[in-house]
């Protein structure tokens, strides 16, 4: 199981994503003079997409043995984490218009192509296996 590179990979995936209760996507200044950190724990919408991604990135490690729904759950990581990233975006330009980006800004698009890069890595296998049955 943790031979194969789309295990490391969709680990990458998760742990990028859990990053993201970390590091700022901005730094957003208040009216009052002070500045405000745009992180997933502090929005309940954006924790919840976040965690989704998390969780399936995770979940579909140990998915091994069924590779289509190890793909389609690793897919949903996917699309979750870039739901993340739209609703982070969203945030943060609709806070005002002085902001700073931050690191956490580059963690969804990280782990969206991790989770891509798994699921090409797991169609591989899967193509690997197929072609192994047809010469028996």
């Known amino acids: 199981m943790l031979q194969r590179i789309q295990t490391v990979l969709l680990l990458l995936a998760g742990s990028t994503d859990l990053l993201l209760f970390v590091l700022p996507v901005a730094t957003v200044a208040a009216a009052g ?8 724990g502090e929005n309940w919408i954006f924790s919840a997409l ?9 979940a579909s490690i140990g998915l091994f043995k069924n590779r289509p729904l190890q ?9 979750a984490i870039l739901a993340s ?3 982070a975006a969203f945030l943060v330009f609709s806070s005002g218009p002085s902001y700073a980006l931050g690191l956490g800004l580059l963690m969804p698009l990280l782990s969206a ?5 798994a699921v090409r890595a ?3 296998d899967e193509d690997l296996v197929r072609s192994a049955d047809r010469l028996r």
């Open 50 to 58: 976040v965690l989704v991604s998390a969780a399936a990135s995770l």
């Open 71 to 79: 793909a389609r759950v690793a897919y949903v990581g996917m699309y």
């Open 33 to 40: 003079g002070g500045e405000t950190r745009i992180t997933a």
């Open 85 to 87: 990233a739209g609703y």
């Open 113 to 117: 192509n991790l989770s891509l890069f």
């Open 122 to 124: 797991i169609r591989k």
